[in-house]
């Protein structure tokens, strides 16, 4: 499927910056038969997780599981916590996890305390796996910030959506929709 482009731009200290946002166009959650397992997480060090001991897929079964691929210098990724956090708070009683996966585009974004100091100022509760080494970024074949995978109670991955996202846009109904069908399993 091929996504929508969309160009955005901000002015910082008097600099038109470009950017492009990626938006896949609504898809079906993949049924329970053709969806595949979800690889596992690929970090298991204490010091390779922000606001959590490291976890496992086998640790969230009976969850639904929304990944948040991010970096913290993407304009595009912090833009969108607002309706994450507010979705995460709203599911999260009927068994929504989200967990953050921060694979960083600079060197500096490599770099714990900085990670931990981004987390804080956006307010970010959620575990958070540093993928320093791109290795889940790969093992889930993502290629864009932000970018969100939905899995299931069962650890299959059912859905995937790139782009930023916005509390009431299109995006943004369509990821709680599917999350309230998987809770509903």
């Excluded at 955005?8 to 079906?28: D, F, I, R």
């Excluded at 990724?77 to 929504?96: H, I």
């Amino acid at each position: 499927m091929i996504p929508t482009k969309l160009f955005s731009y901000a002015l910082v200290s008097g600099v038109v910056l470009l950017g492009l946002s990626v938006y896949w166009p609504a898809q079906a959650l993949l049924s329970t038969q053709t969806a595949e397992p979800a690889p596992e997480f690929t970090h298991s060090q204490q010091d390779e997780w922000i606001n959590s001991a490291p976890l496992t897929l086998e640790s969230l079964r009976g969850q639904v599981v929304l990944l948040d691929f991010w970096t913290f210098d993407c304009w595009n990724c912090y833009r969108s916590f607002p309706w994450l956090t507010a979705l995460e708070k709203r599911l999260a009683k009927q068994g929504l996890r989200v967990i953050g996966v921060h694979t960083p585009e600079f060197k500096h974004e490599r770099v714990r305390a900085n990670i931990e100091a981004k987390v804080k100022e956006f307010g970010l509760q959620h575990p958070t796996m540093m993928d320093n080494d791109f290795s889940y970024w790969r093992a889930m074949n993502n290629r864009y910030w932000p970018a969100f995978y939905l899995i299931d109670k069962q650890s299959r991955l059912r859905a995937q959506y790139a782009g930023e996202t916005h509390a009431g846009d299109q995006q943004a109904q369509r990821i709680e929709a599917d999350i309230r069908s998987l809770l509903a399993e």
